[in-house]
């Protein structure tokens, strides 16, 4: 029976969370651009989430309520929308490819160096940062509905437990680089 790594697992689960994330940035973008020349592909019913079709497909947006205005879903919100999408995939991206980068060293040679350190603080602030994305882009939707002061922010919360852990992952990496200097020191 061949024993389980689970190093080379959490690196290819990096490796595909980050292939998923590069796709969803080439799409968004795409969308956008289609949104932007054919403004006809937006379908709003009143009560419904924004649909966008595109080469067949029936896209959902489902928090875009304030873009609606008369059943009829503004062409800058819904590009406003794709794009936030886009740079939280950016951001995601990004992140998992600091953790695969840790995850990497650690194959090869101590995983308690600073430049770990670094990433993975990288990668909890970027984290971290898409839950700041996300009260940004409630901000701007709340800015740009005229005539409604509702604020609504789609917050998950798993992603900033997820930050939070890889931030407390860092410090204990942190713990290990100053006790692998104080040993390096000694020899």
Known sequence: MRKISWTNTAAAVCAILQ?????????LLIVAFHV???PASIDAASGQPVTVYFLGMNISLNDM?????????TVPGVVIY????????????MAFGNVRQV????????????ENVQKLRQAGGLFLGTVGLQLAYAFITMILAFGSMSFSANIR???VILGVTVLCVSEIFA???RLQDDQDGLV
């Open 175 to 177: 713990q290990g680089a």
């Open 65 to 73: 309520a304030l873009y609606v205005t008369a059943g009829a879903a």
């Open 36 to 38: 932007l020349i054919d």
């Open 103 to 114: 995850i990497d060293c650690s194959r090869t040679q101590s995983p308690f160096l600073w």
């Open 82 to 93: 794709m794009l936030i999408g886009c740079a939280r995939s950016v951001m995601y991206f």
């Open 19 to 27: 292939i998923v994330n590069g796709l969803c940035i080439f799409l």
């Open 157 to 159: 919360f798993d992603t």
